[in-house]
């Protein structure tokens, strides 16, 4: 883990979750964290029917800029760290290419914060997570809101065990548990066994090939709420990071529509981190 990118708009929340950054940037070594803010002038909308002052490209830009200065100020002097802190601002919006952007910064994880309530709050502030954590290619940590930094020292994997040969990103979830040592629960939720199969004894052996290093432990729910089942079995075994894989195709690709998304980054109770299956 080199590179840790954080895009942030420089809210409570983001705050919160260039703090958790740090931290865990400190477990992973990370080399360095980029405080990343994509500025634009405001857009009136019928939120804001006031008048606005534009003020110019160059001058959004080098107001960016002052105020990733005053937020790293503000987190390092909480959470000091070795690590480098490189900060960039760009007049876009982060929803333009998050890859493009994690290919010119050379970026290894994205850390963002999303904020819980209501649906207009959860529309406005967190549709730029949700959208990042989708369609990024690069894996992405969600921190929800009040999450506090505790060392990863236990995870777990929601799997459906389909297609694990071909879709399954090991190399990412590897690379975290091999830095943090944490312990490995792998979490499968299928009310009913309504999506066991003839191959799932094979898939679920797999599975074990590509983890039996890390000894983990295996439990499979009955729970029909699937964002309920990863909720309950992360409180109780005191988890301190959810791994899941928006696949394109089966069981995920409704799990993870844009409802179930939003819905599982907002209410989780630890930080979600998502990686992308394989291509095929």
């Known amino acids: 883990m080199k590179t840790i990118l954080l895009p942030t708009d420089f809210s409570e929340t983001a705050r919160n979750a260039a703090i958790y950054a740090i931290h865990l940037g400190n477990q992973l070594k990370a080399a360095k964290m980029i405080l990343y803010n994509a500025c634009e002038e405001p857009m009136p909308t019928e939120l804001n029917m006031g008048p606005i002052n534009f003020i110019g490209v160059e001058a959004t830009i080098n107001a960016s800029k002052e105020a990733l200065k005053k937020f790293e100020n503000g987190v390092i002097s909480e959470c000091p760290t070795e690590m480098a802190i490189e900060l960039k601002s760009e007049y876009t919006t982060l929803s333009n290419d998050i890859n493009e952007l994690c290919t010119s910064l050379g970026a290894d994880l994205i850390v963002m914060g999303v904020t819980g309530g209501g649906k207009l709050q959860e529309t406005l502030v967190g549709s730029n997570a949700v959208h990042v954590a989708r369609h990024s290619e690069t894996p992405v940590i969600i921190i929800p809101p009040g999450a506090a930094w505790s060392p990863i020292q236990e995870v777990v994997l929601a799997c459906d065990f389909k297609k694990v040969v071909d879709t399954m ?111 095929e």
């Open 169 to 279: 990103p090991v190399e990412p979830i590897r690379n975290i548990l091999d830095v943090t040592k944490a312990g490995l629960f792998i979490l499968n939720i299928d009310h009913r066994q309504k999506n066991f199969s003839v191959d799932t004894p094979f898939e679920s052996l797999m599975l074990n090939e590509f983890f039996h290093t890390y000894n983990p432990q295996y439990t499979f729910s009955d729970n029909e709420d699937f964002i309920e089942g990863i909720n309950a079995f992360a409180l109780e075994k005191k988890v301190d990071l959810i791994i899941t894989i928006p696949k394109k195709h089966g069981l995920f690709d409704k799990l993870f529509s844009n409802n179930h998304t939003k819905k599982l980054a907002f209410h989780s109770h630890v930080p979600l981190m998502m990686i992308h299956e394989n291509d």
